[in-house]
């Protein structure tokens, strides 16, 4: 089983982004699924969350700005993320279950 995540990089403020986590290995719709991010030097912050009952949960940092998605017929995560902040740029992990992809760089500077 293995979660792969694509779709970072560099944008301006105000840009957007999507990222993407591959799920191989795992039937999509059995598991939470969710997305974190770590800044050098700080503790891991749950960003978003998507559960089984189709709820979701935003951080209020994000709040707005971004939207958790899935394709399950993809077997992929997405995080649609709008209107990006300087303070939005870290590593941004995806999480299936109890499984963590390998993270995806987002930095957004002018």
């Known amino acids: 089983a293995q979660l792969v995540e694509s779709g970072g990089g560099s944008v301006q403020p105000g840009g957007s982004l999507r990222l993407s986590c591959v799920a191989s290995?795992?039937?999509?719709?059995?598991?939470?699924m969710g997305w974190a991010r770590q800044v050098p030097g700080k503790g891991l912050e749950w960003v978003s969350g998507?559960?089984?009952?189709?709820?979701?949960y935003y951080s209020d940092s994000v709040k707005g700005r971004f939207t958790i998605s899935r394709d399950s017929a993809e077997n992929t995560i997405y995080l649609q993320m709008h209107n990006l902040k300087p303070e939005d740029t870290a590593v941004y992990y995806c999480k299936l279950g109890g499984s963590w992809g390998q993270g995806t760089q987002v930095t957004v500077s002018s």
């Open positions: 290995g795992f039937v999509l719709n059995s598991y939470a």
């Open positions: 998507l559960y089984s009952d189709h709820s979701t």
